[in-house]
Nanobody, 126 residues
Framework: QVQVVESGGDLVQAGGSLRLSCTAS????????MAWFRQAPGKEREGVSSISRDGRNTDYADSVKGRFTVSRDNAKNALYLQMNSLKPEDTAMYYC???????????????????WGQGTQVTVSS
């Protein structure tokens, strides 16, 4: 059974940093394109960042480019999101998602992902 679990969410002041982690079990992460999504109250879920199976290719939403960095450690079955220069508009529930892939392709479309965690809350105060 596939299980994806996020951690690292917290309350932080604007300008601060957080590092989110995602661990997966029941799968071999090396076979999966991974991504981070977020959803704020009353808004649709949006793709934040995606990373290819080998970690060499990444993609980011325009709103986080230059501030967020995604990385992965396939040996540890783990995914990370380093978030710097946080803004109040980054406040949301952050989700880790996995989709099995046979290439190094990327996606930021939620509908493309089959396995999701329960989320970790990030709140940025002004």
């Amino acid at each position: 059974q596939v299980q994806v679990v996020e951690s690292g969410g917290d309350l932080v002041q604007a300008g601060g940093s957080l590092r989110l982690s995602c661990t997966a079990s029941g799968l071999s992460l090396v076979d999966y394109n991974m991504a981070w999504f977020r959803q704020a109250p009353g808004k649709e879920r949006e793709g934040v960042s995606s990373i290819s199976r080998d970690g060499r290719n990444t993609d980011y939403a325009d709103s986080v480019k230059g501030r967020f960095t995604v990385s992965r450690d396939n040996a540890k079955n783990a995914l990370y999101l380093q978030m710097n220069s946080l803004k109040p508009e980054d406040t949301a529930m952050y989700y880790c998602a996995a989709r099995r892939s046979f290439s190094q392709s990327l996606s930021l479309r939620a509908a493309s992902f089959s396995d999701w965690g329960q989320g970790t809350q990030v709140t940025v105060s002004s």
